[in-house]
T-cell receptor, first 113, second 111 residues
């Protein structure tokens, strides 16, 4: 297993466009998390899945954001009508079972111009 | 609400010298505590974690951390720093399924 993988690694988009990111977790992990990290800050929790169920969404996740995890495997995070404030590193992490040790992917860096 | 404070934004240390990174947390119960390291343009790598038991925790790359409940601290230490330790370090607290991170400490290693 090569760990958590995210695609693309970098994305530059114009303001108002929609973007979609993909995360492939470690195969036996049933929990998947999305975080956002802005420059000079630590990651902030966005949302969490257990298998295919989205169990919690942070208030940071506005209506323009939607995340899915069909079949409990990979996950996608879509941002509609991007704004410059959406520019950040989007990190995906996965874990197994009831512990909170999460393994992170390398992230997708989004730049909105 | 849970929160993490890393008082030092930036630390410069000479190669071979010791390193200590401070972390204070606020949490209503016994927390799970973590230290992660992030190299430029990379994701986060777990250095060590504390769930319960021995308050001195050993991690990868020669790092260790000590949990002090009375001080609400979980400081990270390394006896002898290598140039490859230059990175950003994040302390995190979590329960159940999500982590709250501090703002990070950037470590610069000088020759």
């Amino acid at each position: 297993d090569t760990g958590v993988s995210q695609d693309p690694r970098h994305k530059i988009t114009k303001r108002g466009q929609n973007v979609t990111f993909r995360c492939d977790p470690i195969s036996e992990h049933n929990r998947l998390y999305w975080y956002r990290q802005t420059l000079g800050q630590g990651p902030e929790f966005l949302t969490y899945f257990q298998n295919e169920a989205q169990l919690e969404k942070s208030r940071l996740l506005s209506d323009r954001f939607s995340a899915e995890r069909p079949k409990g495997s990979f996950s996608t995070l879509e941002i509609q009508r991007t704004e410059q404030g959406d520019s950040a590193m989007y990190l995906c992490a996965s874990s197994y079972g009831g512990g909170t040790e999460a393994f992170f992917g390398q992230g997708t860096r989004l730049t909105v111009v | 609400a849970q929160s993490v404070t890393q008082p030092d934004i930036h630390i410069t240390v000479s190669e071979g010298a010791s390193l200590e990174l401070r972390c204070n947390y606020s949490y209503g119960a016994t927390p799970y505590l973590f230290w992660y390291v992030q190299s430029p343009g990379q994701g986060l790598q777990l250095l060590l974690k504390y769930f319960s038991g021995d308050t001195l925790v050993q991690g990868i790359k020669g790092f260790e951390a000590e949990f002090k409940r009375s001080q609400s601290s979980f400081n990270l230490r390394k006896p002898s720093v290598h140039w490859s330790d230059a990175a950003e370090y994040f302390c995190a607290v979590g329960k159940d399924y999500k982590l709250s991170f501090g703002a990070g400490t950037t470590v610069t290693v000088r020759a």
